[in-house]
């Protein structure tokens, strides 16, 4: 345990929290946070998780966008159902990615999980995308990659990053059922 997972940790509870809340300030929050981990990930060599790290940055900035349109009359976060379609298709590109990422840092890298790590990064942008198109279903699959994400960091000895994401599956509960309150206000 660094200092620099400390602080990454405490970040990144505090960006998911405020997401939850659906708060603006979410935004600024969460850049920090992939920043921190961007530099953590680098130094234990789980490669995708870093590439993915970069990627929701630019995932963030525009979700920050999507959402400052994405208000209704008193400034709340408007939440959006998600199709059976929209889900079937992020899932099969999260699937299609995670393999296709998978084989190119299992042979190409000294990535020490490489089809763990691109698996769950891939359906990480998945559901970071969803949650910036304010789909209440993001949720979902966030619990269901935190959960393997508490595996994977628990084996690679970040067991702080491991309860961060522990504590994240609380977070996503709480996030999908306020989201889920929310929109059935909003109907």
């Not at 993915?52 to 994405?70: D, M, S």
């Not at 769950?120 to 949720?139: G, K």
Request: glycine share 8%.
């Amino acid at each position: 345990m660094s200092a620099l997972e400390i602080v990454a940790v405490a970040v990144s509870f505090l960006g998911i929290w405020l997401t939850a809340r659906r708060r603006m300030l979410c935004w600024p929050v969460n850049l920090t946070a992939c920043a921190l981990y961007f530099k953590l990930f680098l130094d234990v060599r789980l490669y995708a998780d870093m590439v993915l790290q970069a990627l929701f940055g630019a995932a963030i900035l525009y979700g920050w966008t999507v959402w400052a349109r994405g208000r209704d009359q008193s400034g709340e976060i408007v939440v959006r159902p998600l199709s059976a379609g929209q889900a079937g298709k992020g899932l099969a590109i999260g699937a299609v990615a995670a393999v296709a990422f998978g084989w190119l840092t299992s042979r190409y890298t000294d990535a020490a999980l490489p089809w763990m790590d691109c698996a769950l990064s891939s359906f990480s942008l998945v559901a970071q995308y969803w949650t910036a198109r304010r789909h209440a279903a993001s949720w979902l699959l966030w619990i269901a990659v935190d959960v393997l994400y508490v595996g994977m960091f628990a084996f690679k000895g970040l067991w702080l990053t491991g309860g961060l994401y522990g504590a994240m599956i609380v977070l996503a509960v709480l996030g999908y059922r306020n989201w889920q309150r929310a929109r059935r206000e909003d109907a």
